[in-house]
């Protein structure tokens, strides 16, 4: 081979090899790029949280609310105020029934709303105020007020 030939030969080896070297770092990039959109493009699993009950504290510490559930059935949410007393509880009875309840600053019972499917019941400091049944309140009392 004369030297020219040879020099001819190097220079096509040369340009080969950047050749090669550029269609490899394609294929890594290209490689690279779909092996990130695959992951992107599937679902997100479900999670789930199970628990008897679930506190809400505020950033002091104090508890705010709690989420409970009741034996054997129905579930209770509750708020406290800054001073830890239960203000207000949102629930379900055993039978289903909604339920409010509110209590004073002191924590001391003060009203209680229950809505099952036939009846209203309003308690009032424990004593049931009224009762109202297919679109009609019977205005029942016992106690006073």
Same mark, same amino acid.
């Given at each position: @081979?004369?030297?020219?030939?040879?020099?001819?030969?190097?220079?096509?080896?040369?340009?080969?090899?950047?050749?090669?070297?550029?269609?490899?770092?394609?294929?890594?990039?290209?490689?690279?790029?779909?092996?990130?959109?695959?992951? @992107?493009?599937?679902?997100?699993?479900?999670?789930?949280?199970?628990?008897?009950?679930?506190?809400?504290?505020?950033?002091?510490?104090?508890?705010?609310?709690?989420?409970?559930?009741?034996?054997?059935?129905?579930?209770?949410?509750?708020?406290?105020?800054?001073?830890?007393?239960?203000?207000?509880?949102?629930?379900?009875?055993?039978?289903?029934?909604?339920?409010?309840? @509110?209590?004073?600053?002191?924590?001391?019972?003060?009203?209680?709303?229950?809505?099952?499917?036939?009846?209203?019941?309003?308690?009032?400091?424990?004593?049931?105020?009224?009762?109202?049944?297919?679109?009609?309140?019977?205005?029942?009392?016992?106690?006073?007020?």
């Amino acid at each position: @081979m004369e030297p020219s030939e040879w020099t001819l030969v190097m220079d096509r080896l040369e340009q080969l090899e950047k050749q090669n070297h550029r269609m490899k770092q394609l294929g890594a990039e290209a490689l690279l790029l779909l092996g990130s959109v695959f992951p @992107m493009a599937q679902a997100a699993p479900k999670k789930t949280v199970e628990a008897n009950e679930f506190i809400l504290k505020n950033g002091v510490g104090r508890t705010q609310a709690t989420l409970s559930t009741l034996d054997p059935s129905g579930a209770i949410l509750s708020f406290q105020d800054t001073n830890g007393k239960q203000r207000m509880a949102v629930g379900l009875t055993a039978a289903d029934a909604p339920d409010i309840e @509110m209590y004073d600053a002191q924590g001391v019972h003060i009203i209680t709303l229950i809505a099952s499917p036939h009846e209203v019941e309003c308690w009032w400091q424990e004593r049931r105020w009224a009762c109202c049944a297919q679109n009609r309140c019977c205005g029942s009392f016992t106690g006073t007020l």
